[in-house]
């Protein structure tokens, strides 16, 4: 398969210690995160990291039955925390499974939650010397977090995580943003061009 078109792209820097600046790519495509070629893709899972539906489905079934096996010894995951596994069949090396938060109607943390899983799958990229990762839109299906609120926390904890890891340690090249339908791909777009 072709590599998805390229929707919109900026760059964000973050600087070292001695003010040389790092440059980090923000990607957003629609695409079927499943068939991405990148270090890391990024899983909407639930807390018991044991598969569903939604994105979470879709991984689980193209990565094959190892990735549940695996899984399974990684004890579940919290809201708003984040496990590595390997992609198995997949052709990203690594998934990384996040649980976002359930939307109550936005007083009951949800906010903070969605930002700590773009946080902690960012600290897990960095800590496994990945260079390229996507994300899928957390919480924005089955768990009914509004589009533009989650898109707004999605593009702004990223580029926080980015702007304060430290440089030494910051291998991270490129963030996609996998939007699965174009109407998502055109709030991101709106959001990342400001
Ligand atoms: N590639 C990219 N994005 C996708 C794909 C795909 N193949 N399939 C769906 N999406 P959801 P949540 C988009 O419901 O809201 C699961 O059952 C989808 O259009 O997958 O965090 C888990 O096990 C939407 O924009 O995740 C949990 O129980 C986004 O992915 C629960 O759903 C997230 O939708 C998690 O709910």
């Given amino acids: 398969m072709n590599a998805p078109a390229i929707l919109f792209q900026k760059q964000i820097y973050t600087k070292d210690d001695h003010n040389r600046e790092h440059p980090v790519t923000l990607t957003l495509i629609q695409a079927d995160i499943t068939t991405l070629k990148v270090d890391a893709i990024v899983n909407a899972a639930n807390s018991s990291l044991l598969g569903g539906g939604g994105v979470d489905g879709a991984i689980h079934r193209a990565a094959g039955p190892e990735l549940v096996a695996y899984c399974r010894t990684l004890n579940g995951c ?29 007083n009951q943390g949800e906010p903070e939650l969605l930002a700590s899983c773009y946080r902690n799958s960012i600290q897990l990229a960095v800590d496994n ?29 990223v580029i926080d995580s980015i702007q304060q890891a430290s440089v030494s340690q910051l291998l991270i090249t490129e963030v996609i943003y996998c939007c699965f339908s174009a109407a998502d791909a055109a709030v991101y777009k709106q959001q990342l061009d400001l």
Wanted: hydrophobic share 40%; proline share 10%.
């Fill in 129 to 157: 010397d990945i260079t390229s990762i996507a994300f899928p839109a957390i919480s924005t299906g089955v768990y009914g977090y509004p589009i533009e609120q989650a898109t707004d926390i999605a593009i702004n904890s």
């Fill in 78 to 106: 919290p809201t708003g925390e984040a496990k590595i596994s390997p992609g198995f069949k997949l052709p990203a090396q690594y998934v990384i499974h996040t649980v976002g938060p359930v939307w109550h109607g936005g």
